[in-house]
């Protein structure tokens, strides 16, 4: 410990940090790393969730590779994943760059905006149904045709919608990560750039957009490995309807382990939601992990 400023020293600090991480780890250990190896093993058994666990070798993941279902819950879990982060990113950053001002009015919208992550996705669905319900919602009670169509009972309407309210409800915490992003761009290079006759737009696309880069890779990993785990408002939404067009691979698990009672099978989708989260987590850190590694390393 420093004796000037009462503050430990940097290799005394480093020893530290492990301990203060030591709470944190052993949460992550109990309630992820156990938990995610009890369904690994659970995808080799047969369960109806009540009765006897009984091993069953590969049956359980011949059932659900050999499913012609998996393909079909594969690429629309890809196509909400894909739609949904081409909505909410250009708008969160011009959200979050807008909220980054200085002036008060911008402060108190900030908060508004925030007001939707902080519901129930489940309230927000059954909110968004009553709304769009075309006998009884806002279309037919204001009298507007364009707003009465059967929006939950058209494949393509069906899907538009849930990739809808999965962005309004979204796009408020995306838009607080580029916040906290533009506000940590040195103001100089906006002042230098202003000098050189740069207006608003040209500063955005050369500096703004440039200096986020770090903050896009962290806002779309939450963003991509966030839509796996889509369920609850897609489940009081559409139920996964009309037919399959909104059967997403988390809501394709429920339904075979609660609804079936088959857990086997449902802990094999489980096991290929993990596997499909870290590879694209690794993917994406991959894309830009090593140079923001290494200029943290610099500023050190």
Not at 10 to 16: I, K, N, Q
Not at 212 to 236: A, H, N, P, Q, R
């Amino acid at each position: 410990m420093s004796a000037l400023t009462g503050h430990p020293r940097p290799r005394e600090a480093r020893g530290v940090l492990p301990w203060l991480a030591a709470p944190a780890l052993v949460l992550f250990v109990g309630f992820a790393v156990i938990p995610l190896f009890g369904v690994f093993a659970l995808s080799f058994t047969t369960w109806d969730g009540i009765g006897a666990i009984r091993p069953s070798g590969l049956t359980s993941w011949r059932k659900v590779l050999t499913n012609p279902g998996l393909p079909h819950a594969l690429w629309v879990t890809f196509l909400v994943m894909a739609v949904s982060w081409a909505v909410q990113t250009p708008l969160s950053i011009l959200l979050g760059t807008f909220l980054a001002g200085r002036q008060r009015y911008r402060a108190v919208l900030g908060v508004v905006y925030f007001i939707p992550l902080m519901l129930s996705s489940a309230a927000i669905a059954i909110a968004y149904k009553a709304l769009l319900d075309p006998n009884f919602g806002l279309g037919a009670g204001l009298k507007i045709h364009a707003l009465s169509q059967d929006w939950l009972g058209r494949p393509g309407l069906a899907f538009g919608v849930v990739v809808f309210v999965v962005s309004w409800q979204f796009i408020p915490f995306h838009s607080l990560i580029y916040q906290g992003g533009v506000q940590q761009i040195p103001k100089s290079l906006y002042e230098t750039a202003q000098l050189d006759g740069a207006g608003r737009i040209r500063q955005f696309f050369s500096i703004t957009l440039p200096q986020l880069k770090y903050t896009i890779i962290t806002s779309s990993t939450l963003m991509v490995v966030g839509s796996l785990t889509f369920f609850d408002l897609i489940f009081v939404l559409t139920e996964g309807g009309p037919g399959d067009a909104t059967r997403v691979l988390a809501l394709d698990m429920y339904k075979r382990g609660f609804q079936a009672s088959l857990m086997g099978p449902a802990s094999a989708i489980a096991v290929i939601l993990v596997l499909l989260g870290l590879s694209l987590a690794l993917l994406l850190r991959r894309l830009g992990g090593r140079d923001a590694g290494a200029s943290q390393l610099e500023g050190v």
